[in-house]
């Protein structure tokens, strides 16, 4: 039996939440059914070259060149779930600065800074 959509976007939401998702699969299951296909089988979910944490570092770097702020929440949550350090996400914020400039940098260590101090993790 397939895996419930539902539960396998939780499963690669590691605990960071975005109930858009939820609102997705409740007004359009069809399409919800397909974006699990792309977002979770063929890119989250999927063991590929690249480790899930260095996928999250590439996202934060995204969001943050495109001035992303849910994006760069989410995915520097679940970086740092998936042991990447506070100065790996710094980095790739600091590399998004080159194509995406400095207001995405901003953004991003603002954002990092505010998780840090929720979570009460040092900046090492």
Known sequence: MAEDPKEAFKK???GSA???YDIIAELDPEYF???KGLYVDGTFGREGA???KTKELIMIGICCALLRPRGIRL???RALTLGAT???LMEAMEVAAIPGGMP???A???TLHEILKAKGIAFK
């Open 86 to 88: 506070p100065k790996e």
């Open 108 to 110: 991003g260590v603002e």
């Open 50 to 52: 690249l480790s899930r």
């Open 18 to 20: 975005n109930n858009a």
């Open 12 to 14: 690669v939401g590691l």
């Open 104 to 106: 995405g940098l901003w």
């Open 75 to 77: 995915h520097s949550e």
């Open 33 to 35: 059914e397909k974006l």
